[in-house]
T-cell receptor
């Protein structure tokens, strides 16, 4: 079983749609969680951190459920510029901070 | 700050040749990570260092791969001999870990795209 699992998609949505991505992780000792965004042929970049209480950044909402080992990302009012791959990320401390990426979920937003 | 700097950006080589990828992390960062990305396998963690010391190299595919970090401002990933299946984008990333919060936010370099013929 992979340490971090995501639905690869692709998700094809029209502009203005709401889309949700899910992610599960296998190690219950995981300590911190993030969503990164990767544009085509570019490096991954931090989108937002994920907290148990849930957190928002504009049109983006992230949620963590530690009991279910589940992370989500909700994008409201999708824009063409949101088209990218969204990577779920988990940090695990094992003598050092091991940072594990999911394979990513591809999103295409259409006009 | 110039960010994480990787070189070369692109490399095309023939099977059996030695490949050396280089990385300069952000000054002051105490972690350095090497990842490999392919369409089939996504972003795989190969090895990471904390304060120049290798902590976990369990992701290194085989003995043909080696990584070093001789000082806080430089790391190399070497493949010898290279094989066609090593073709991928290799990313270096660095971070400053916040132990109390458990947060470790990575900044990536632009990547080195390797093609082994």
């Amino acid at each position: 079983r992979k340490e971090v699992e995501q639905d690869p998609g692709p998700f094809n949505v029209p502009e203005g749609a709401t889309v949700a991505f899910n992610c599960t992780y296998s190690n219950s000792a995981s300590q911190s969680f993030f969503w990164y965004r990767q544009d085509c042929r570019k490096e991954p970049k931090l989108l937002m951190s994920v907290y148990s209480s849930g957190n928002e950044d504009g049109r983006f909402t992230a949620q963590l459920n530690r009991a279910s080992q589940y992370i989500s990302l909700l994008i409201r009012d999708s824009k063409l510029s949101d088209s990218a791959t969204y990577l779920c990320v988990v940090n695990l401390y094992t003598g050092g901070f091991k940072t594990i990426f999911g394979a990513g979920t591809r999103l295409f937003v259409k006009a | 700050d110039a960010g994480v700097i990787q070189s070369p950006r692109h490399e095309v080589t023939e099977m059996g040749q030695e490949v050396t990828l280089r990385c300069k992390p952000i000054s002051g960062h105490d972690y350095l990570f090497w990842y490999r990305q392919t369409m089939m396998r996504g972003l795989e963690l190969l090895i990471y260092f904390n304060n120049n010391v290798p902590i976990d190299d369990s992701g290194m595919p085989e003995d043909r791969f080696s990584a070093k970090m001789p000082n806080a401002s430089f790391s190399t990933l070497k493949i010898q001999p290279s094989e066609p299946r090593d073709s991928a984008v290799y990313f270096c990333a660095s971070s400053y870990a916040r132990l109390l919060s458990g947060a470790n936010v990575l900044t990536f370099g632009a990547g080195s795209r390797l093609t082994v013929l």
